[in-house]
């Protein structure tokens, strides 16, 4: 409760917000239905997740305001180790869901499709990983494909393969073969799991460390628009990096 932050990042033609304030516990506070963070808030109503947003972005000072509504299809209670050990775990919340944006600055708004899920550890991320690719795609039949390839071409690698439908099951599928994307502005190695070509659509963000992007793979014999990401933890926790951060992570309180 003493390290929480809203993180928000907009991508668009001429608008780029993003936030991630860090808040200390006093300025932070939980019921069973409701998360306030500061100036910001997350509510369930039993029906869908109410974010009230109120940040301001980083390093440009924007202000982010508005609204976002998050209507689940289904909830799971889904959740697999990431590690040998089970001390790092992930699992979808809401693996389909609508989602409806309303913001006030910028001034933007629209609906589409959104997902939930959730990572937690009982030790720091250094002790339990140096680098992953995860993506998430939906499938023509509105299921949702996830791929997690965590510690590619090491010997203790792990990669799960899932797919989620609208009924709320849960299967593996064979995972295709790892295509190799080339690297990023900042050099780093990135990779997905595709039966055809690659080709990235869309950098979204391209740090040190870290890059989200949108790009497009076949699985399952279909052309699929994924969201993938690629985590490098050696770079997180190098110094320099670590001295960057507050740039775009600043703390209040």
């Not at 932050?5 to 993003?18: E, I, S, T």
């Not at 963070?37 to 508005?66: F, K, N, T, Y």
């Not at 797919?163 to 064979?174: A, I, L, N, S």
């Amino acid at each position: 409760m003493n390290h929480c932050a809203l993180n928000v990042a907009l991508y668009g033609k001429g608008v780029r917000r993003w936030s991630m304030t860090e808040r200390g516990a006093r300025h932070c506070s939980r019921e069973a239905q409701r998360f306030c963070i500061g100036p910001s808030q997350l509510h369930w109503d039993g029906h869908a997740l109410h974010i009230d947003i109120c940040e301001v972005g980083m390093p440009i000072p924007h202000p982010i305001r508005g609204r976002v509504r998050l209507h689940p299809h289904q909830l799971l209670n889904f959740s697999t180790p990431l590690d040998a050990a089970g001390r790092h775990r992930w699992g979808p919340i809401a693996p389909q869901a609508r989602i409806e944006v309303e913001l006030d600055r910028p001034r933007l708004n629209w609906q589409g499709q959104a997902y939930i899920d959730s990572n937690e550890g009982d030790e720091p991320i250094d002790r339990g990983f140096r680098h992953w690719d995860w993506s998430r795609g939906e499938l023509a039949d509105g299921s949702t494909a996830v791929i997690y390839d965590i510690e590619p071409d090491e010997a203790d690698g792990r990669l799960l393969a899932l797919r989620f439908d609208r009924q709320g099951r849960v299967e593996p599928f064979d995972p295709p073969p790892q295509k190799k994307l080339p690297r990023t502005a900042w050099g780093l190695n990135r990779r997905m799991r595709s039966q055809g070509p690659v080709r990235v659509i869309d950098q979204l963000e391209d740090t040190p460390f870290y890059q989200r992007c949108i790009l497009n793979a076949e699985l399952g014999g279909q052309r699929v628009n994924c969201f993938h990401e690629t985590l490098n933890v050696p770079r997180l926790i190098h110094p320099i990096v670590q001295g960057m951060l507050p740039w775009r992570m600043p703390r209040r309180g």
